[in-house]
């Protein structure tokens, strides 16, 4: 049985989805003002693995992803550029589908943006004014009241008495406390005409946080199964959501029987960069199209899963060169044999382990071991065994998004971090080589070999007097 660590409840928790044989999950998606960095092919990487996973394993899946359209960051980006919200934000939501297609990713189910759910963010805000647990300041904005709901801090564990820190920070606007967050923000003098809407309370915008709770319960409805994001976003992204979408409606006090808004909560850990998480406000990031520009997508996909998904990652060229040489040795198991199609048997001990490393909280190191064990047995087998195994490693490797590419082609390639000879200079090199051997000068033919390995290109004679060769 799938087992999660669950957020809320700081442990790995039995899966049981709300409605038998189906799943539907949230996660949050990006804000929309610049190119994605990999932190954010982290998320879309670990998530595209967990619903492949949730299918694999026979669950109907409802994956939702969002888009931030609107907030201070695209406004002020905006005016930078001297451009409208919606020319900004639709020309970065077609670099992110660029970069996610290239990654091999595929696309959630439906992909809202935040500026459709003004009405649907509009009522949720209304019910928790009628709730009693939000107000519209002197300023114009309507806040949040978080010391009306005692439940705040479930997710990230932190008390109100904890969070009384915030007292000593000056209060921002017209909120009655510091701890108050923003639901609807009024227009400023400053601010385009497209990012106003009129509203009960004047006309302004959404805040963030409030998008994802309104988009998630339209939906999805309020409840569903699995919320993700990363771990950034704990604490007072979801946090927040939680007060909100459970506060409009219970009210301030949720009773015992009462569902919750999510029963999973699921957060991948940072990149880091020389232990710093990367992020644009630190200026540490690396654009998922200029990484692609060195290496291969499915190298930067076995990099990020080679690790636990909550575990933190440090990005460097090295770890991208260790993640290239490991999928290299799984290829070159590929290769030696044409893998048999439909060879995956479920009751085999490689499927078994694959499953229960799946199983126990998208284990992915563990699942990835077992592919590494599995070629190291192709390696020593022979015949239709070999053709077998080599069919059992093509496939597990498919549920994880690996081994799709046609071997030679992938050990050919090489690593675009090198220059290094083209294939047709490799392919002369072989023709020189064979020449030699038939005329018997066979240190002409070694020196060749060596000069190609030197070069970071493998050989293998084959039978026949065939001779294949893969970049090292």
């Known amino acids: ?4 660590y669950n957020t809320l409840s700081r442990s790995k928790q039995s899966f049981k989805p709300i409605v038998p044989g189906q799943v539907k999950i949230y996660v949050c998606g990006m804000t929309v003002y610049d190119f994605c960095h990999i932190g954010h092919a982290r998320v879309m990487i670990v998530f595209d693995m967990v619903v492949r996973w949730l299918r694999a394993s026979g669950y109907e899946v409802l994956y939702i992803r969002n888009i931030t359209d609107i907030d201070d960051k695209i406004i002020n980006r905006a005016i930078e550029n001297g451009e409208s919200i919606s020319t900004l934000t639709n020309r970065f939501i077609d670099a992110m589908h660029a970069d996610s297609d290239e990654l091999g990713l595929m696309h959630p189910d439906q992909e809202p943006r ?39 801090g479930q997710l990230s ?18 909120k009655r406390d510091p701890l108050d967050f923003v639901l609807w923000k009024s227009a400023k003098p400053q601010e385009p005409a497209d990012t106003r809407w009129a509203s009960p309370w004047g006309v302004g915008r959404p805040g963030w946080h409030i998008e994802c709770s309104a988009m998630s319960c339209d ?91 909550r575990s933190p990652i440090n990005y460097n060229d090295t770890q991208l060169e260790e993640a290239r040489a490991g999928l290299l040795r799984l290829y070159t198991a590929l290769a030696q044999a044409e893998p048999q199609a439909n060879a995956l048997d479920p009751n085999s001990p490689w499927a078994q382990r694959f499953d229960q490393a799946m199983n126990d909280d998208f284990n992915t190191p563990e699942a990835i071991a077992v592919l590494f064990d599995l070629a190291s047995e192709v390696n020593r087998t022979q015949g239709a065994e070999k053709q077998m195994l080599a069919g059992t490693l ?8 690996f081994l ?4 030679t082609t992938f050990l050919q390639a090489g690593s675009k971090q090198e220059g290094g000879l083209s294939a047709l200079q490799i392919e002369e090199k072989i023709a020189e080589r064979i020449a030699a051997k038939k005329a018997k000068d066979f240190t002409k033919a070694d020196l060749i070999r060596k000069a190609l390995l030197d070069q970071g290109v493998v050989l293998e004679d084959k039978l026949g007097g065939l001779t294949e060769w893969r970049r090292d």
């Open 404 to 407: 799709q590419c046609d071997p």
């Open 1 to 4: 049985m799938l087992q999660i």
């Open 114 to 152: 935040a500026t459709d759910y003004i009405t649907q963010m509009q009522g949720m805000i209304g019910k928790l004014i009628e709730n009693e647990l939000a107000y519209q300041a002197d300023d114009g904005d309507v806040n949040f009241a978080v010391r009306l709901l005692p439940r705040y």
């Open 219 to 309: 939906l999805l409805g309020e409840h569903f199964d699995i919320h993700g994001g990363g771990a950034d976003l704990q604490f007072p992204h979801h946090e927040n959501e939680i007060a909100q979408s459970e506060g409009a409606l219970y009210g301030k006090d949720r009773k015992e029987g009462d569902a919750p808004f999510v029963n999973y909560w699921m957060h991948n850990g940072h990149i880091r960069v020389n232990e710093e998480k990367m992020s644009k406000s630190l200026g540490n990031f690396f654009l998922i199209r200029d990484v692609l520009k060195s290496f291969d997508p499915e190298v930067i996909r076995f990099f990020i899963l080679k690790a636990h998904y």
């Open 157 to 174: 564990g932190k008390s109100l008495d904890e969070l009384n820190a915030g007292e000593r920070v000056a209060i921002v606007g017209g």
């Open 394 to 401: 093509k496939s597990l490797g498919a549920i994880l998004n």
